[in-house]
């Protein structure tokens, strides 16, 4: 049973393992955000390779656990403060690529600048 403070939270975690509900509120929350984004490119690099079924399952684990994370409504540093509003999303993510480097490819990077130079259409970037 949830307790008063869990209620409309959603943890990282399980949302990772609803690989459909990731894909639909990435680009849902991407959309809403990209202008402000300094870090927009990686992270759509990293749901490429995310979603990639190339890409090893421990990979895809890293990658969807520090998705999830961004996508969350309720986060570590609201993502309504100017400036910091990102800052815990950039970290989690920062840290899920470091770890993951050598799988994010060229391939990946050239879809998200190309997702992103067409404006985060949602119908065109599905993978």
């Given at each position: 049973?949830?307790?008063?403070?869990?209620v409309?939270?959603?943890p990282?975690?399980?949302?990772?393992?609803?690989?459909e509900?990731?894909?639909?509120?990435?680009?849902?929350?991407?959309?809403?955000?990209?202008?402000?984004?300094?870090?927009?490119?990686?992270?759509?690099?990293?749901?490429?390779c995310?979603?990639?079924?190339?890409?090893?399952?421990?990979?895809?684990?890293?990658?969807?656990?520090?998705?999830?994370?961004?996508?969350?409504?309720?986060?570590?540093?609201?993502?309504?403060?100017p400036?910091?509003?990102?800052?815990?999303?950039?970290?989690?993510?920062?840290?899920?690529?470091?770890?993951?480097?050598?799988?994010?490819t060229?391939?990946?990077?050239?879809a998200?600048?190309a997702?992103?130079?067409?404006g985060?259409?949602?119908?065109?970037?599905?993978n």
């Amino acid at each position: 049973m949830a307790s008063e403070h869990s209620v409309g939270f959603e943890p990282a975690d399980e949302l990772a393992k609803d690989r459909e509900g990731v894909r639909r509120r990435f680009w849902i929350k991407l959309k809403r955000v990209a202008a402000r984004l300094p870090f927009a490119e990686e992270l759509v690099a990293a749901y490429y390779c995310a979603f990639d079924r190339q890409t090893p399952r421990h990979v895809q684990a890293t990658l969807l656990g520090a998705i999830a994370y961004f996508i969350l409504p309720f986060d570590f540093v609201s993502d309504v403060l100017p400036v910091l509003g990102f800052t815990d999303d950039a970290a989690i993510l920062a840290t899920a690529i470091r770890m993951v480097a050598s799988h994010i490819t060229p391939e990946h990077r050239d879809a998200a600048r190309a997702a992103l130079r067409r404006g985060i259409d949602e119908s065109v970037v599905e993978n």
